[in-house]
């Protein structure tokens, strides 16, 4: 079984500023991906950044980068010069080998100050 | 490519009325899937195909059926609603299991009355 955990139900950043939103996980998997997904307000549920778990370099993607710290199971998201754009809703997600289920956490509500 | 689409986008349904949710993707994917998400839970999955001719429950399956018609098509249907089934469903995509990447649809907003 996986778990996923989003211990921020809210946070806030001021526009061009950096802010990381947290995400722990468990699972009994040895292969394993994990994901973070953004819901703006048109509900989308729109992909930002895939790891795969037997990559130790962390993924990143223009603005976005995560902390991936296997051994704590910690998979963080860091959004740099945070736009207005970027206000969403942030899901982390988890899926393991030849396991199809993606198990979401609950989400994290991101507010961008201008 | 359209991607993956949903009908209806919005529903409002009586206790007791049937209906069925329509999900089609475009990507040649083998795998799709059902989500729920309601406040404060994140999504959960209903029910997968992991290909064409397979289904297997997922977290929150009871009170639905689906059917895989195709591979481009997967079906969700509530027999019986119940206004515990208020909730925005998600239909998803993935190419297989070994990518795990899922492509969503929009959404079909269902009200249960």
């Known amino acids: 079984a996986q778990t996923v955990t989003q211990s921020q139900p809210e946070m806030s950043v001021q526009e061009a500023e950096t802010v990381t939103l947290s995400c722990t996980y468990d699972?009994?998997?040895?292969?394993?991906?994990l994901f973070w997904y953004k819901q703006p307000p048109s509900r989308q549920m729109i992909l930002v950044i895939r790891q795969e778990a037997y990559k130790q370099q962390n993924a990143t993607e223009n603005r976005f980068s995560v902390n991936f710290q296997k051994a704590a199971k910690s998979f963080s998201l860091k959004i740099s010069d945070s736009q207005l754009g970027d206000a969403a809703m942030y899901f982390c997600?988890?899926?393991?080998?030849?396991?199809?289920?993606?198990?979401f956490g609950k989400g994290t509500l991101l507010t961008v100050n201008p | 490519n359209a991607g993956v689409t949903q009908t209806p986008k919005f529903q409002v349904l009586k206790t007791g009325q049937s209906m069925t949710l329509q999900c089609a993707q475009d990507m040649n994917h083998n795998s799709m899937y059902w989500y729920r998400q309601d406040p404060g839970m994140g999504l959960r999955l209903i029910y997968y195909?992991?290909?064409?001719?397979?289904?297997d429950k997922g977290e929150v399956p009871n009170g639905y059926n689906v059917s895989r018609l195709n591979k481009r098509e997967f079906s969700l249907r509530l027999e019986s609603a119940a206004p515990s089934q208020t909730s925005v469903y998600f239909c998803a995509s993935s190419y297989s299991s070994s990518y795990n990447e899922q492509f969503f649809g929009p959404g079909t907003r269902l009200t249960v009355l």
């Open positions: 195909s992991a290909s064409e001719g397979t289904t």
């Open positions: 997600a988890s899926s393991g080998g030849s396991n199809y289920k993606l198990t």
């Open positions: 699972t009994s998997e040895s292969d394993y991906y």
